[in-house]
């Protein structure tokens, strides 16, 4: 067990804070609730970047950019809006050396100055849909930050798209929620479930919210992304209006969504152990790190490590460039070196030393299993990738058994209760009550609703809290 | 001509605007002297990221991300800094509902808070050098703005190295300074003139600031990136030591190092006529439009249509995913539709009609001159490709031809005004004057020196301004 580490068992927040500083992936900046994403925490993000960013423009999404300072007034167009967010914003009142007119925010999200630029753009239906996401930094302030999952700054990409009738914006709406999941599931190997938000849980300003909740090895849940169908609130506030093909001035309709940073948060959650950071081959920046091990200097620097960048470079053009590296540290211990990539989550170490040598092969160590074994040079490449399939398959495995079996299905509030206190994890219970329910719920038991699955939009039943028959089947849980 | 285009020859400046707005590549944002960078213009971006970040991480650098606030004190520790970017500084004093106990700026660069963070990550010699870049926004605030070219806000890289020695930083500032001219040459056609900044013109904090320049076709300069040796200076604002092999506390030498979304003012300025935009093809998002064409709609959809999909699915697998496009928007006049594509730079357009159809040919029209000719279906993706390349070679020898032609050797100061006067563009002369010099000059004719090119940098002479012998060859013109 690594000593730098605290385990989970005993100490659950310093373990994700200890993962994160033995893997570098962040630190703490200067000023208080802000943080810095370190080169093997960004290189993380890259890569979600990259699977993401594809996937929107496959769905037919631009990228633009919009200004990081909004006027004030402009959030106050939106009621729910500004009183969601105002007390959460930072405010810069100087600029160039004069005190400036009116106070800019930094944004917080962009729903207002995007709303506002839309109607400048907007005249007829056939400027629409507009489809366009942004990826940049956003600001609201924390009293109490954690890297990664609650920082005052933070890095996510907000698509902001507009159309001319409910139904299309309410389509666009589940089809990001959709490819959210997609990516989230095949590429992060986080099992998600997709549901819509209840009343209490919506975002400030739209008419629905829907959800990504993926279930951390705390048993507790972790909101991984939303996607909001903002009806014609925001159309109206910023007047985006246009000519319908019958002739009428219609208000548009709209769509927000986002994932941020945090899912880096939600990788350490979900797959890391008490050893440290695991990242699952699909995101991993490096998949898979060569190591020239070896007493006799002149062999490991003039056979072994020849060979290894041979290999490296083989695999370098199945899986990606830069994606597999070779060790060269010989001043740090062996041990050191298998430790340095093991607590950076590397998902594959190659080692290559005088037995491997001499026997033309390479043993490869599992960093989900520990597993380890031998295999020739020439079936080294598909044997490598072969591997890496396997541990994304293992990894999306233990995490989605994991959530199953510590989801729990009760029918009265004693129940829920006692199966909270003494098991944690999701709880799945028919529930109508109101948003003041919600609130009774949550100051009682600290749990929320986390959606309403929409895989089971179709359940009914009687409502554990108030209940009412026909309610919905809703989760609940403790959550980030 | 485009009507809705001010011709170059009548108003330069308003040429620019209209280039951009037929483009749609940016717009006002409704905070002054900010802007939006609009789709077109943002995956013109996208494409200027991705070959300078696929260099820098070719030449071993990674990407991190480091906080948008700063506190005031951090720019005060490095003297001339603070004084060169105090004044152009937007100040947030309130957030989370409260005052601040110290202001944050807005970064408008990040030596110091970077600097900060070095100071944390290096002890030893083992942990140099740290190569680190950052893609991010800053904010400079201006009075007057230009879309592009001076805005409040603006998006950028600023890379960030730290090293053990001197010799390793300055080799570190020129390499970067060449990495920087081999895409603007190779991939944006801007052939620029590299070389150092004088004493005038020097990053504040800077021990020597190295510049890429380039000509507009309005015959004024542009710089394009810098490269700075910061020496020790913010090593020792900001402690930056690390223990060397020989068991000495030493200073870290440092660098920085950037480019904007200026560079999209550049491309603007360098290629574009009074059609529109001209964008070169390594760097355009779109390289090729196909327009399936004619009378008949049925024989448009069905057979013209379906053909022109499989020449752009073809070709998409030779130039990159999305990088050829077919036009279907079939309620625009044929010449609007030429239109369309003209203004927003597509380097190839390609016609496929009835005439072509029954010839199981296309038409290609050329941007850059207008050319037309026509190739037949088989010969199309080889054709296409080699004349994209013609395209960008010749805006690349184009625009070198016209900076050449726009360059003068002066030996007086009567000479100098004479020539900038009647024949503006770069002025060559040995110069060896002081900082109060450069600012009478500059006081006089509005001309700044450049750079002193490294191309020629052992040539020397008679100082134009002073007379004193051994002088520097420099470059002088009006710049933005």
Request: aromatic share 10%.
């Amino acid at each position: 067990m690594a000593k730098n580490i605290t385990p989970r068992e005993e100490d659950y927040s310093q373990w994700y804070l200890d993962v994160i500083k033995a893997a570098e992936l962040a630190d703490y900046a200067p000023v208080r609730g802000c943080m810095v994403i370190r080169p093997n925490g960004y290189s993380l993000w890259e890569m979600i970047q990259k699977h993401f960013d594809e996937a929107f423009k496959d769905t037919g999404h631009v990228n633009a950019y919009f200004p990081l300072l909004i006027p004030n007034s402009f959030l106050e167009k939106e009621a729910d809006h500004v009183e969601g967010f105002a007390p959460e914003c930072a405010v810069v009142t100087h600029a160039g050396g004069e005190e400036l007119e009116e106070p800019l925010v930094v944004r917080p999200t962009s729903e207002t100055v995007i709303g506002h630029m839309y109607s400048k753009w907007v005249q007829s239906w056939r400027d629409l849909p507009i489809l366009i996401n942004q990826w940049c930094n956003v600001m609201r302030w924390e009293k109490r930050s954690r890297l990664f999952l609650r920082t005052s700054e933070f890095l996510w990409q907000e698509g902001h798209t507009a159309h001319a009738t409910k139904e299309e914006a309410m389509e666009e709406t589940l089809k990001m929620l959709g490819v959210y999941r997609k990516i989230m599931e095949e590429v992060l190997a986080l099992p998600v479930i997709t549901g819509e938000k209840s009343e209490g849980e919506r975002f400030p300003g739209a008419d629905n919210t829907y959800t990504c909740e993926a279930m951390m090895t705390d048993k507790k849940a972790l909101q991984a992304g939303t996607s909001h169908f903002l009806g014609q609130n925001f159309a109206k506030a910023f007047d985006i209006t246009f000519q319908s093909k019958e002739g009428t001035l219609e208000y548009a309709w709209t769509t927000s969504w986002g994932v941020s940073t945090r899912l880096i948060g939600a990788i350490i959650m979900t797959h890391s152990d008490n050893d440290g950071l695991i990242v699952p081959p699909n995101v991993a920046p490096v998949k898979a790190v060569i190591l020239p091990l070896g007493a006799e200097e002149a062999k490991v620097t003039e056979l072994y490590e020849p060979k290894a960048q041979e290999l490296a470079a083989t695999l370098n053009d199945i899986l990606g460039k830069r994606s597999v590296k070779v060790d060269t540290n010989y001043h740090m211990r062996p041990a050191d070196r298998f430790f340095y990539h093991l607590q950076r989550g590397v998902p594959l170490r190659i080692e290559l030393g005088e037995k491997e040598y001499s026997k033309e092969s390479v043993r490869l160590v599992r960093r989900d299993t520990g597993e380890r074994f031998d295999v020739s040079w020439d079936r080294a490449p598909e044997v490598v990738k072969e591997t890496l399939e396997a541990i994304q398959a293992n990894l999306y495995k233990r995490a989605k058994d994991f959530r199953e079996s510590n989801t729990h299905f009760v029918e009265s509030f004693d129940e829920f209760k006692k199966v909270l206190a003494e098991k944690g994890g999701f709880i799945k219970a028919y529930f109508a009550g109101s948003k003041e329910d919600e609130r009774a719920i949550k100051e009682e038991t600290m749990a929320t609703v986390r959606c309403f699955p929409l895989d089971e939009e179709h359940a009914r039943g009687k409502c554990f809290y108030t209940g009412k028959e026909g309610a919905r089947l809703a989760i609940f849980a403790k959550a980030y």
